[in-house]
T-cell receptor, first 113, second 116 residues
C-alpha cells in the first residue's frame, strides 16, 4: 500500500514565527506533490504544487522536495492566526496512465497570537 | 475563477435509502474524481472517471457505489443502499489536460452525508 505520512500535530507556533510541516511518501515513482489547506468542515484548498527537487516559493509559503529522501515539506513564514488549519500533503500516483492523489492524514497547525 | 460545484451541501438519509450526490466539474476538465472524508479521518480516494468510464476505483468503491456522467456537465455519485458507515463528506474533484493544468486536481466544497 502506497502511503503518505504526516505528523498529526497539533503544531503550535506563535504569530509571526515560521511553521514547518513535513511529509514522507513511500512511492518512489511519484513525480508531483501538493500541499492543501483544510479548514474544519471545508474542502481541501490548494496552496502549492512542486515537481522538482529543491525549493519553490510563493509568498509566505515555501515547498521543499527531496525525492531521494522521499520527503516534502512546507514552510509558512510570518505565521498568522488565519493560517490555523489542517495541512494536507498529497502525492500524485499514476496507475494505468491515470492520475490520482493520495493524501496524508494532515497536520493540524495552531497559530496563537 | 472556475470552480467545482456540488449539491446538496448536506443530506440526511435513512439507512438503506439510495442517495445521489451531484457535481458540476470545471468546464473543459476531462478527469473527474470522487473522494470521501469520514469525520476526523484522512481524505480517501474513491474513484476516477475519464472518457465516460471508470479509470480506477478503490477498495471502498464496492457494488453499492456507482458513478455516471448523464450529460455534458454533471457527474454523479450514487450510493444504492446507504449504511451508517457511509456517513462522511464526499468531495468531487476535476483535473484538466495539457501542460497548463499540470496534475493539479481541484476540489468542490463537498457534500455532507449523514446516514441515520
Amino acid at each position: 500500500q502506497k502511503e503518505v505520512e504526516q505528523n498529526s500535530g497539533p503544531l503550535s507556533v506563535p504569530e509571526g514565527a515560521i511553521a514547518s510541516l513535513n511529509c514522507t511518501y513511500s512511492d518512489r515513482g511519484s513525480q508531483s506533490f501538493f500541499w492543501y489547506r483544510q479548514y474544519s468542515g471545508k474542502s481541501p484548498e490548494l496552496i502549492m504544487s512542486i515537481y522538482s527537487n529543491g525549493d519553490k516559493e510563493d509568498g509566505r509559503f515555501t515547498a521543499q522536495l527531496n525525492k531521494a529522501s522521499q520527503y516534502v515539506s512546507l514552510l509558512i513564514r510570518d505565521s498568522q492566526p488565519s493560517d490555523s488549519a489542517t495541512y494536507l500533503c498529497a502525492v500524485n500516483q499514476i496507475s494505468g496512465g491515470y492520475n490520482k492523489l493520495i493524501f496524508g492524514a494532515g497536520t493540524r497547525l495552531a497559530v496563537h497570537p | 475563477e472556475p470552480e467545482v460545484t456540488q449539491t446538496p451541501s448536506h443530506q440526511v438519509t435513512q439507512m438503506g435509502q439510495e442517495v445521489i450526490l451531484r457535481c458540476v466539474p470545471i468546464s473543459n476538465h476531462l478527469y473527474f474524481y470522487w473522494y470521501r472524508q469520514i469525520l476526523g479521518q484522512k481524505v480517501e480516494f474513491l474513484v476516477s472517471f475519464y472518457n465516460n468510464e471508470i479509470s480506477e476505483k478503490s477498495e471502498i468503491f464496492d457494488d453499492q457505489f456507482s458513478v455516471e456522467r448523464p450529460d455534458g456537465s454533471n457527474f454523479t455519485l450514487k450510493i444504492r443502499s446507504t449504511k451508517l458507515e457511509d456517513s462522511a463528506m464526499y468531495f468531487c474533484a476535476s483535473k484538466g489536460t495539457g501542460a497548463s493544468s499540470g496534475n493539479t486536481i481541484y476540489f468542490g466544497e463537498g457534500s455532507w452525508l449523514t446516514v441515520v
